[in-house]
C-alpha cells in the first residue's frame, strides 16, 4: 500500500502543478504527467514499482479527476469488479494459462484500460490485449498506463459498432455502455436493431463482440441486472440462442453500485463451435458481499464445483 501511495502522490502533485500551470482539467494533467514518466523525464523515487502498484496508483488518480469530472457511461471499472472477471477469465482459460498459451482478448469499451490491465495484470503475461473506445481521452490514458505498466495492447480510437480493422480474437470482456446507441445508420446493420425507435448500445456490443470472437471462444460481460427483461429482449435473446451457448449470469453485490437502477451482473456466454458442446447446466448464481470472507469463499468452491460438472 505504501507504495502505491507514494506512487500517486508522485502522479498527483506533478498532475495538480500541470493543472494550474497550464489551466488543464486535472484529467488532461494526469494523461500529461503518464507521458512525460515514459519519455523518461519525470520518475518516481524508490524501488521500481509492479505492474499493479502502477494501476493502481494510475487508478487513484483517475478516479480523482472523474470526480470532478465523468458521465455515468465513462466510469471507469473498479478493481472488485475487474478481480472478479479475472477470476472467471482465468477458470475459463485454465488449459491455455497452464500450458503457457496466450489469448488474444478484445474490449470494445476499453476506457481507462482499468478493467482490461486488471484482468492482464491478474493472469499474468498471458494475454495480448485489443481495445476500442470512442473517447480520445480515455484512450490516450488506456495507452500510457499499458505502457507503463509493460502490458501489450492494441488500441484503436473509433465507434466500436462500426466495421474493426481486427483479427478474430480468443475470448472478449466488456463493462457494456449502457444506454441508447444514437446512430440508426449503424444500427440497422444489426440483428438486434430496435424495430422502432432506438437501439440499446448495450445489445449492439453483445452482437458486435460475438462477431470478432473465434468459434468457440468464451464472452464476459458486465451486464445490467435485467438484462433479458427489457422491451428489447426479444431479439437478443434471439441472437444469443443463435450464436451463443449460455454459460453462466452471475448476480453482483449491490453494495458495488451507487443504485439498484445501476446494478449489473457478469453474463459468460460461448460462441457455438462445432467441436465444443453447451455446458450441461448453465451457472446461476450471486456473489456475496464482499467483505464477507467464508461466504466468498463458499461462493469460489460452488464455481469450481459446477466448473468440473461441466466436464
Ligand atoms: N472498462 C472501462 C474502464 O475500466 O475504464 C470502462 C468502460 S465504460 C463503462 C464504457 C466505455 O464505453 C466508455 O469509456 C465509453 O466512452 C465507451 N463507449 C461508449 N460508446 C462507444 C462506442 N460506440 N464505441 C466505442 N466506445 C464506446
Request: charged fraction near 25%; include cysteine.
Amino acid at each position: 500500500m505504501e507504495n502505491i501511495e507514494k506512487l500517486f502522490s508522485f502522479i498527483d502533485e506533478y498532475a495538480e502543478k500541470l493543472s494550474k500551470e497550464h489551466d488543464l482539467t486535472y484529467l488532461d494533467s494526469v494523461l500529461e504527467t503518464l507521458n512525460t514518466w515514459l519519455d523518461g523525464e519525470i520518475s518516481p523515487s524508490g524501488s521500481e514499482p509492479t505492474k499493479e502498484e502502477i494501476r493502481k496508483a494510475i487508478q487513484l488518480c483517475i478516479l480523482k479527476g472523474m470526480r470532478q469530472s465523468a458521465q455515468p457511461n465513462h466510469q471507469m471499472t473498479p478493481d472488485s469488479l475487474g478481480l472478479l472477471l479475472g477470476y472467471f477469465v482465468e477458470q475459463f482459460y485454465e488449459k491455455e494459462f497452464k500450458t503457457n498459451h496466450k489469448i488474444t482478448v478484445l474490449d470494445p469499451a476499453i476506457g481507462t484500460g482499468n478493467l482490461l490491465l486488471t484482468v492482464m495484470n491478474l493472469v499474468g503475461d498471458k494475454i495480448q490485449g485489443v481495445g476500442v473506445e470512442i473517447d480520445d481521452l480515455l484512450i490516450q490514458l488506456a495507452a500510457a498506463s499499458a505502457e507503463l505498466e509493460k502490458q501489450p495492447i492494441a488500441l484503436y480510437r473509433q465507434d466500436a459498432l462500426e466495421n474493426l480493422m481486427i483479427d478474430p480474437v480468443d475470448a472478449a470482456i466488456c463493462d457494456l455502455p449502457v444506454g441508447y446507441y444514437p446512430n440508426d445508420e449503424v444500427a440497422k446493420e444489426y440483428e438486434v436493431k430496435a424495430q422502432e425507435g432506438m437501439t440499446y448500445a448495450h445489445h449492439l456490443f453483445i452482437e458486435q463482440s460475438l462477431k470478432y470472437v473465434k468459434d468457440g471462444g468464451y464472452l464476459f460481460f458486465l451486464v445490467p441486472d435485467h438484462l433479458f427483461e427489457s422491451e428489447q429482449s426479444a431479439l437478443l435473446n434471439k441472437l444469443i440462442t443463435q450464436k451463443a451457448w449460455i454459460q453462466a449470469l452471475v448476480q453482483l453485490p449491490s453494495e458495488l453500485f451507487s443504485s439498484k437502477a445501476h446494478a449489473k451482473s457478469l453474463l459468460i456466454i460461448q460462441k457455438k463451435s462445432e467441436t465444443e458442446k453447451p455446458v450441461k447446466e448453465v451457472l446461476l448464481a450471486k456473489v456475496p458481499n464482499m467483505k464477507n470472507m467464508k461466504a466468498l469463499e463458499l461462493f469460489f468452491a460452488k464455481v469450481q464445483k459446477w466448473k468440473k460438472e461441466q466436464k
